[in-house]
């Protein structure tokens, strides 16, 4: 068999992979990756930690240093690493679940000290490992098996919160925008201080399925059609409607 | 050099205060923590201690983060700790069970006030007890010591972190607050003098390193991360590459080696003090500032012509089992007096298989026991 340009970077004897036809997440790895190779970081000192669920499964399929920790506690795993050993070049790949519920206060004091990391929040509006229930990112009135009637709660706008408390490098794009995705994790990766990009992903199985967008490809057209780049603004008024637009971008990248 | 890398000579010094310097004293370049009474004095001396030997203390936002913090350092290839006292070991058990399933050397000191809950919380307890042993989810062993004055808080810091290189996993330090808020002589010893143990290590290449492959002790040398062995490293049940493996056989095996490695190597890790067992028919058991109470009451039985004896368990964790069996077959009784409404009692209950009689003698907390309430109840037992 062929193999593919970046089977050097993966664990290949872990293939097949766990994740649905349709999800993002083979898109956010090859992202990272390649985002990673422009870096030119030593790949000997690239730490990757991830919390629970979907994304979590992240590390596992990467093959460098990594760690699958406890869901909600990637960051601070990861402050830990860091902080003993300056030297390595640590990026947390969490859910959205993860990162900004369970993990919430771990997210915003990480970003608080502007701590060296690099987070990759991949958002896909659920708990997907768990079947579909809603999340901290639901958009209201969403459909999720614990809200069949329509998500009541308001959800975080994941780059204002990352913002508002600290964060040196905040950015957001969909699965649908690869190249700047890459370079986003390249900027990121090589940024000083607390990076978050937020990386907006399918979920057809369960949040698509759900919500009028029903395959991988449904949800990717959406991001395309909706997308709206709006880098080096305010982030505080990007947050995610129910079918709205998504808007994308560099929105923080402090000096 | 610092002129403060290490402190010899003797000291007046608070057993929280002797904590921190016996981990300095044993390589500990890393603290995490989040203050609460009656620990926060270990991470206070850790902020100063730290900068001044190379090391970093970083203050978190909780006791979850601090746990998930410890385990993350240590795989940075750094010896870590942090200290905490009931309501922080309650939400540690989550990160402890992690560095129990991957094997994470570090330690975790936990100075018991009353409980439950937010209790006593400047008070003194031992209510923690059954918490260290099987406070995280699963199946799992672990190791405990239990110090007995401010001098043993330093020493067995250092036993802790041996302890913990040596078996990779956290290993407790069950302390309470009177012997953390208690002030006396501590001694150090000069810096060669201390036995040290670190990480055993790979002697393979990456390409053939297995991560969760045992030596025969059952334990496996550990790679840091950055050390180019691409190590991966989950809380799911894994295999010998440390790939998850959801199989019924991959949780036997891992399991059952998780707990063997501190079950079979029980000689080694137990450490235990007896004062006049040999002929008692009457044995207190007991361990941290309660078996320093019950000298004061077999003293005194003693002047009533009572055989009474003292096993104190500086290793609460794993049980000593077996010379407790021994001791049963010997004994009247055991008197088991402890700060709580019986744990270790229960081990001893278990141990003793109704060859000897057990009796409690419990505290609910707040203060020690009065010898006499201890003195009582070996009278009762010697009849």
């Given at each position: ?19 649905c ?8 790895v090859?992202?990272?990756l390649?985002?990673l190779?422009?870096?030119q ?6 730490v990757?930690v ?15 240093d ?6 909600g ?29 369970i ?6 004091h ?11 929040c ?6 997907g ?6 999340g901290p ?16 709660d ?39 201080g ?59 990248d402090?000096? | ?15 929280d ?40 203390y ?28 009931g309501?922080?070991?309650?939400l ?7 560095g ?5 050397p570090?330690?975790?000191?936990n ?26 989810h699963?199946?799992y ?5 239990s110090?007995s004055s ?14 913990s ?17 208690m002030y006396e002589?501590?001694?150090?010893p000069p ?20 991560p969760?492959?045992?030596d025969t ?5 550990m790679?840091?991360?950055?050390e ?11 295999d ?33 003090e ?49 010379r ?18 019986g ?7 278990r ?30 037992a010697?009849?």
């Amino acid at each position: 068999m062929k193999k593919h340009p970046l089977d050097d970077y993966l664990r290949v004897a872990r293939m097949p992979h766990i994740w649905c036809p349709g999800c993002g997440l083979g898109l956010v790895v090859n992202c990272f990756l390649r985002g990673l190779l422009r870096s030119q970081l030593n790949l000997d000192k690239v730490v990757i930690v991830s919390g629970i669920g979907c994304t979590g499964r992240a590390a596992g399929y990467i093959n460098l240093d990594s760690f699958h920790t406890t869901h909600g506690r990637a960051v601070p795993f990861a402050t830990g690493l860091k902080v003993a050993n300056p030297e390595l070049e640590v990026v947390v790949i969490s859910g959205d679940g993860d990162l900004v519920a369970i993990g919430g206060n771990h997210l915003i004091h990480a970003a608080r000290r502007n701590t060296d990391l690099t987070v990759l929040c991949v958002n896909n509006f659920v708990y997907g490992m768990t079947g579909g229930q809603m999340g901290p990112t639901t958009p209201l009135t969403a459909r999720t098996t614990t809200s069949r009637g329509g998500s009541v709660d308001r959800p975080f706008n994941i780059p204002h919160l990352a913002a508002a408390s600290g964060a040196a490098y905040v950015a957001r794009w969909t699965t649908a925008h690869v190249r700047r995705l890459e370079k986003a994790v390249t900027e990121a990766l090589l940024k000083k201080g607390f990076s978050l990009v937020e990386i907006v992903s399918p979920c057809p199985t369960y949040y698509g399925r759900m919500n009028k967008q029903v395959t991988g490809l449904d949800q990717m057209k959406y991001f395309r059609d909706n997308s709206v780049i709006k880098s080096g603004i305010d982030p505080k008024g990007v947050g995610i409607e129910v079918n709205g637009p998504i808007v994308v971008g560099k929105f923080i990248d402090r000096g | 050099m610092p002129e403060r890398e290490y402190l010899a000579g003797e000291f007046f010094l608070s057993g929280d205060d002797a904590c921190a310097e016996g981990a300095i004293s044993a390589g500990c370049r890393f603290f995490a923590g989040y203050p609460i009474t009656p620990a926060t004095e270990i991470a206070e001396r850790m902020s100063e201690r730290l900068p001044e030997v190379g090391g970093n203390y970083i203050q978190m936002e909780d006791e979850l983060g601090s746990m998930a913090a410890v385990l993350g350092a240590s795989w940075a290839g750094t010896k870590a700790m942090t200290a905490t006292s009931g309501p922080g070991f309650s939400l540690m058990m989550e990160n402890i069970g992690l560095g129990i399933m991957t094997e994470t050397p570090c330690v975790v000191v936990n100075i018991q006030r009353g409980g439950p809950s937010t209790g006593l919380p400047t008070l003194t307890g031992q209510g923690d007890m059954m918490q260290a042993r099987w406070g995280s989810h699963g199946p799992y062993s672990i190791i405990a010591l239990s110090p007995s004055s401010p001098q043993e808080l330093y020493d067995l810091t250092i036993r802790a972190f041996n302890l913990s290189e040596k078996y990779r996993l956290p290993v407790l330090v069950m302390s309470e607050a009177a012997t953390g808020h208690m002030y006396e002589k501590v001694v150090i010893p000069p810096s060669g003098e201390i036995e040290l143990l670190a990480r055993r290590k790979p002697t393979v290449p990456p390409e053939a390193y297995l991560p969760f492959a045992p030596d025969t002790d059952l334990v496996p040398p550990m790679a840091n991360a950055g050390e180019g062995y691409r190590l991966h490293v989950t809380g799911l049940t894994h295999d010998e590459r440390g790939y998850p493996a959801m199989t019924v056989e991959a949780q036997d095996r891992l399991v059952r080696r998780l707990v063997d490695k501190i079950e079979r190597n029980k000689a080694d890790i137990i450490a235990l003090e007896e004062d006049g067992t040999g002929d008692a028919e009457v044995v207190i058991c007991s361990y941290g500032v309660s078996a320093r109470v019950s000298q004061i009451a077999v003293e005194r039985a003693r002047g009533e012509g009572i055989r009474v004896g003292l096993l104190r368990l500086i290793t609460v964790w794993p049980f000593p089992d077996d010379r407790v069996r021994e001791l049963a077959r010997q004994v009247k009784a055991f008197v088991v007096p402890e700060i709580n409404y019986g744990q270790i009692a229960l081990e001893v209950e278990r141990c003793a298989c109704g060859l000897a009689k057990v009796v409690l003698v419990p505290h609910m907390g707040g203060r020690v026991h009065a010898p006499e309430l201890i003195l009582e109840a070996v009278r009762q037992a010697a009849r």
